[in-house]
């Protein structure tokens, strides 16, 4: 089990060299256009082929990696940290505050996520931020909903009534005592969420309300590249495989952390 | 349920959905841009100020926020969803001409799901830890790593362009058309939805009454139709009514690689021309199928599970 997860550590800190050190890495810039060779197949020079402005298309994917990667921690972060702190409250407080986030993150929850997430990144205007933005607006309730279960769960606990009863403040007792327990959790959550977080950013990019031109985002390039479905596959195919090789990784990752550190989930 | 149980319940959903409502009329707001300057636009004409400050007063928007939400919100009821500023039609004219669309690409790939999903689930599970049972799971995570779009679209390059069985336009009409989106829409659900079915299926054979069964000698395939399916059935259930959402979700991109006339092509072409009332009018909608489709599912769920029907009496 430890031996799967040093793996698939390993090939995670990979992509994230990837994405790092690009510009050593890529053999051509990411925006270096020659419109000679528009649209040219995978050869010697374009390993992977041309895009229709003459762009390495190896060295979009290597660069794509910084966006993918940067807009998915974004999103992975804030939600666990808003959707934390949310639960925290809610959960060890009670009450009317309870109350009110409780409502607000049914709400949110009554959407299906990604037609919201549209609509949001749709409002805003397209751009990386708003992408991150749309998918953290509806991705929080889960985390709220999760961290308050668990905090009402400690919160029963012999040590938590102990450390009230010896006087600790609550902001003491929720970050000092509850938020180490709970953060285990969290952690294998976010940590399995990166990879489906990429997919509904690539997703919106697709579309176009997510990074914009000439960015080299993944799921925009598959955007560009859609009109030249015929001519040049390639264009569509190999970002594409990006996608799917990253998100595996870290799915992977994801489940082999939760393994380890859960073995009641594994099998 | 009893009846008290089911009102609690009912009411819950009203509420929520007055929230719901309010986002939906929020998202306006989050924009950048003027929505009166919007509709000019999208009409063609010049914004000069006075035909600026005379839109805003037609569409009320010099009014306070929450005097707009109430007007708009006491329109919806009545089943006004406003006039779109690009078609200029009735939105929800507009969107229950492109509603059986989607709903038809939404039943056929929930179709095709469970043709794919239900089988293979009880197939892993029953083999767990075996070959087969690795072989499908190994086939599952490969389905949730692969961006739905990207299959939509080498599905459409292979059968449309190489094979030319299919157009890559479609008319929304017809099985050949509807057989590529669905499949496209289907290939990441029945991933999620096979290990749920395995996951459901395994809980049910661990089970006492299982290895009590074995015990009687009754044989396997027996035990698994007769007693484990029904009971897994259940769980099932829930999960299906809340895959919807991400089912509903998928067809805008589904919808636009192929050109399917649905309500999620509309509502991305809605965005993109900044047509407020359409954008608002679908996320309501899309909203209230999916909260009604879960509220039957709880329903349901009490009504098909004999032990919760006896603690609620």
């Known amino acids: 089990m430890r031996a799967r997860f040093a793996v698939f550590a390993a090939m995670c800190v990979m992509v994230i060299s990837v994405a790092l050190l690009s510009p050593a890495i890529a053999p051509k810039g990411a925006f270096d256009a020659t419109m000679r060779d528009s649209l040219k197949a995978p050869c010697a020079e374009y390993p992977l082929g041309a895009d229709k402005m003459g762009r390495d298309l190896l060295s979009r994917i290597i660069y794509g990696t910084r966006a993918s990667l940067s807009m998915s921690f974004a999103v992975v972060i804030s939600v666990s940290i808003i959707g934390t702190f949310l639960g925290l409250i809610s959960g060890y407080f009670g009450g009317f505050i309870d109350g009110v986030i409780m409502r607000f993150s049914d709400m949110m929850i009554a959407f299906p996520g990604m037609v919201l997430a549209i609509a949001i990144a749709g409002m805003l205007g397209s751009s990386a931020t708003n992408a991150v933005i749309a998918v953290t607006a509806v991705t929080w309730p889960k985390y709220t909903r999760l961290s308050r279960s668990l905090v009402l769960k400690a919160k029963t606990s012999l040590y938590i009534q102990g450390a009230r009863l010896s006087g600790a403040t609550s902001g003491r007792v929720v970050f000092g005592y509850i938020l180490p327990v709970i953060f285990p959790t969290i952690l294998i959550t976010a940590v399995t969420d990166i990879g489906s977080m990429m997919l509904e950013l690539a997703a919106l990019s697709f579309l176009g309300l997510g990074a914009r031109a000439p960015s080299p985002e993944w799921g925009l390039m598959m955007n560009e590249a859609r009109p030249y479905l015929a001519r040049a596959p390639w264009l569509m195919v190999y970002p594409g495989v990006a996608v799917i090789m990253v998100v595996a990784v870290f799915n992977l990752f994801g489940d082999s952390l939760r393994d380890m550190l859960d073995p009641r989930h594994s099998g | ?313």
Not at chain 2, 74 to 93: E, H, N, W
Not at chain 2, 257 to 263: Q, V
Not at chain 2, 264 to 269: E, I, M, P
Not at chain 2, 278 to 292: A, D, H, N, T
């Open chain 2, 1 to 313: 349920m009893s009846k008290k149980d089911f009102l609690g319940r009912l009411l819950q959903m009203v509420l929520v959905l007055l929230g719901v409502s309010f986002i939906a009329f929020s998202l306006m707001h989050l924009s950048p841009g003027d929505p009166a300057e919007a509709m000019l636009k999208s009409g063609g004409q010049v914004a000069s100020p006075e035909l600026l400050a005379a839109t805003r007063a037609e569409l009320g928007l010099d009014r306070p926020f929450l005097a707009q939400y109430g007007a708009w919100l006491f329109d919806v009821f009545r089943g006004d969803l406003g006039i779109s500023y690009s078609s200029k039609q009735p939105v929800a004219t507009r969107m229950m001409d492109f509603f059986p669309a989607t709903l038809k690409l939404t039943l056929a790939s929930l179709v095709m799901m469970l043709c794919v999903a239900v089988p293979a689930g009880v197939v892993a599970a029953v083999y767990h830890d075996r070959w087969p049972d690795y072989l499908i799971r190994s086939l599952t995570f490969l389905g949730v790593s692969v961006p739905n779009f990207w299959v939509g679209l080498m599905l459409l390059s292979f059968f449309a362009l190489k094979l030319m069985m299919v157009s890559v336009v479609s008319t929304g009409q017809g099985l050949r058309d509807l057989f590529l989106p669905a499949l496209t829409l289907a290939f990441a659900m029945s991933a999620k939805y096979t290990r749920q079915v395995r996951t459901a299926v395994l809980e049910e054979l661990n089970q006492d009454y299982v290895l009590g069964a074995e015990v009687r000698g009754e044989s396997r395939l027996v035990i698994l139709c007769r007693e484990v399916l029904p009971n897994a059935v259940l769980p099932l259930i829930t999960l299906l009514g809340l895959s919807l959402g991400s089912l509903l979700g998928g067809t805008a991109v589904v919808e636009i690689i192929f050109s399917w006339p649905g309500l999620g092509n509309l509502a991305v072409q809605a965005i993109s021309a900044r047509d407020y009332p359409m954008v608002q009018g679908y996320v309501l909608w899309i909203s209230l199928v999916y909260m009604v489709i879960n509220f039957a599912v709880d329903v349901s769920y009490n009504y098909l599970d004999p032990r919760l029907r006896g603690v609620s009496r």
